[in-house]
Nanobody
Framework: QVQLVESGGGLVQAGGSLRLSCAASGRPFSTYVMGWFRQVPGKERDFVARITWGGAITNYADSVKGRFTISRDNAKNTVYLQMNSLKPDDTAVYYC?????????????????WGQGTQVTVSS
């Protein structure tokens, strides 16, 4: 089992920044692919970004490219999502997730463990 706890969400004005953190405990963190997803009420959970276990490969949704940066610190068992130039459309509950399965990293089904989510609200 892996336990994930997100933090860092909050209310920010458009154009502002937030950094989300996801602290992992349980099985060895460094072997997992880590991802961030987001969800608004009534809609599906959407892929935001992912990072491979060594941090060498990152991928982003088109909607956040150039604004968001995913990173990880395996020594601290933590993954981060730096969000800059935030827009009202970024408002959502943000979830971190981990997996050691092969599959489409953009799909929630590929991920084995999830955090409880943290709310990000961007005002116009």
């Amino acid at each position: 089992q892996v336990q994930l706890v997100e933090s860092g969400g909050g209310l920010v004005q458009a154009g502002g920044s937030l950094r989300l953190s996801c602290a992992a405990s349980g099985r060895p963190f460094s072997t997992y692919v880590m991802g961030w997803f987001r969800q608004v009420p009534g809609k599906e959970r959407d892929f935001v970004a992912r990072i491979t276990w060594g941090g060498a490969i990152t991928n982003y949704a088109d909607s956040v490219k150039g604004r968001f940066t995913i990173s990880r610190d395996n020594a601290k068992n933590t993954v981060y999502l730096q969000m800059n130039s935030l827009k009202p459309d970024d408002t959502a509950v943000y979830y971190c997730a981990v997996t050691n399965l092969k599959g489409d990293f953009g799909l929630p089904l590929t991920y084995q463990y999830w955090g409880q989510g943290t709310q990000v609200t961007v005002s116009s």
